[in-house]
């Protein structure tokens, strides 16, 4: 039913047991271990990005909602939870799909309901300025709602190879703009954004040149704008600031730094020369886009990129060939879209979409 986290820690007087994180799937009774008060933490699941091809414009997955409410419990007291499932990621056998939509995760108690709503799948057809919305909350005490994914001023049939991050789990009550993925604001190809971070959204690509790859954001801010620059330049940006910042309580301490953008030159035959070296996206933290260019054959799925940092969004994969891979989410985060220019492979697969969870967290013992 339950793991414990050695994120957190207890507090003063009785010591407090350490939280339990709930997935289980299906709807079950949870039956409080201690007297005492609660406060309990509800995540939906996140949506996972769309795949493309034809060089056609995606989206990646909205973050889920999030919902958290204080209770006086006892050795008596019982709930029924029910966890949020993230999208599964879409595209395998050339196939060209929508993300699909995270389902939501619950908590009654008595009268009350904390529903957290999934995050929408990322968008295949996205028309300009549109985007999959993060997840709506409702019944706790504070209510958020998702990160929303990026979103694109190019009507998605204009084939730039645009291939957009996902949003984030908001935690700390920003707007769903401010926890979402990065944005494409100009007319230029092979485009890939960030995921969106804890504390900022992934980076916007806002220059003409080609080949633009955008950080992902970070637990304490937003990932670095990629601005109007010479034409004909492959440019990346680094993702946003960690800092100590506690996901209320006794934790966990998401201090991440987002992935950094990256833009890979493929060998067309072979693969790439030599395969990139990930640093771990930390606590928090969204990961970074990826522009695969020359990678014909199948070849720009050599670039698996690692999954976001824990309640992060997966940036979005770009690849100038047949193949790719967008970034995995973490817990409620939305998973990054997948954009190629051909539409032959076997090896072109979006991001999927982290998984909802429920969070008891002890602040005071009987």
């Not at 070849?299 to 060939?321: H, I, N, V």
Request: hydrophobic letters at 25%; proline letters at 3%.
């Amino acid at each position: 039913m339950g793991t414990t986290s050695s994120f957190f820690g207890g507090g003063g007087g009785s010591p407090l047991p350490q939280p339990e994180w709930l997935f289980q799937k299906s709807s079950y009774t949870y039956t409080f271990p201690y007297d005492g008060t609660v406060i309990v933490h509800v995540i939906g699941g996140g949506g996972s990005g769309a795949a493309q091809s034809q060089g056609y414009t995606c989206t990646g997955g909205g973050g889920g909602g999030y919902s958290r409410k204080q209770f006086s419990v006892t050795t008596s007291t019982t709930a029924t939870v029910t966890t949020g499932v993230g999208g599964k990621s879409v595209g395998n056998n050339a196939t060209e799909a929508e993300g699909v939509t995270g389902t939501s995760s619950s908590f009654a108690l008595g009268s009350d309901t904390l529903l957290t709503n999934g995050g929408v799948g990322g968008k295949r057809y996205p028309s300009s300025n549109d985007f999959a919305a993060g997840g709506t909350a409702s019944g706790g005490d504070v209510n958020y709602q998702g990160g929303r994914s990026g979103k694109s001023v190019i009507h998605w049939q204009n084939q730039l190879v645009c291939a957009l991050g996902g949003g984030a789990v908001n935690l700390f009550g920003l707007t769903t703009d401010e926890v979402g993925g990065g944005d494409h604001t100009n007319g230029t190809q092979r485009i890939a954004t960030g995921g969106g971070g804890t504390g900022g959204k992934g980076g916007d690509v806002q220059n003409n040149s080609q080949s633009a790859s955008s950080g992902g954001g970070g637990s304490a801010g937003p990932a670095k704008t990629i601005e109007n620059g010479p034409n004909g330049e492959s440019r990346t940006s680094a993702g946003g600031a960690g800092g100590a910042k506690l996901f209320l309580f006794n934790g966990p301490l998401l201090d991440g730094v987002g992935g950094r953008g990256l833009v890979s030159f493929v060998n067309q035959s072979s693969g790439s020369n030599e395969l990139p070296s990930f640093g771990t996206i930390g606590m928090g933290a969204g990961s970074g886009g990826i522009v695969a260019v020359n990678g014909a054959n199948g070849f720009g799925a050599d670039l698996q990129p690692p999954s976001a940092g824990l309640f992060g969004g997966g940036g979005g994969t770009s690849s100038d060939g047949q193949g790719g891979f967008g970034s995995h989410a973490s817990l409620g985060g939305g998973g990054g879209a997948c954009s190629s220019i051909s539409g032959s492979t076997l090896r072109r697969m979006s991001g999927a979409g982290g998984d909802g969870v429920v969070i008891i967290e002890y602040i005071e013992r009987s």
